[in-house]
């Protein structure tokens, strides 16, 4: 069984940051690709960041891009999301994600995700 167990999520200021972490099981599946997804209340769960396992290769929302840094320690089994100049409108519950994107461009989309973890509430005050 596949398990993913992130950490690190908490409260900042706005401009402060965050790193969070997800640690994922000997086991992944048919996974190619991990991803960082967040959702708040009554709206879709986005794509933020994700990171294929061979490669290494990045993709950011354009919402994040130049603030997050999405990486991977393998020998950890860990992959983590660095989170800099947050803004309020960055709030939300975090998830970690293991999935397979057969195209290597898609791996911003929900549906290719099997595999979620608990999720990592991080909150942005203005």
């Known amino acids: 069984q596949v398990r993913l167990v992130e950490s690190g999520g908490g409260s900042v200021q706005s401009g402060g940051s965050l790193r969070l972490s997800c640690e994922y099981s000997t086991y992944t599946g048919s996974s190619n690709v991990m991803a960082w997804f967040r959702q708040v209340p009554e709206k879709q769960r986005e794509g933020v960041a994700a990171i294929y396992f061979r490669g290494g290769k990045t993709i950011y929302a354009n919402s994040v891009k130049g603030r997050f840094t999405i990486s991977q320690d393998k020998d950890k089994r860990t992959v983590f999301l660095e989170m800099n100049n947050l803004k309020p409108e960055d709030t939300g519950m975090y998830y970690c994600?293991?999935?397979?994107?057969?195209?290597?461009?898609?791996?911003?989309?929900?549906?290719?995700?099997?595999?979620w973890g608990q999720g990592a509430q991080v909150t942005v005050s203005a």
């Open positions: 994600a293991a999935g397979y994107d057969g195209t290597s461009y898609a791996a911003l989309q929900t549906r290719l995700y099997s595999y």
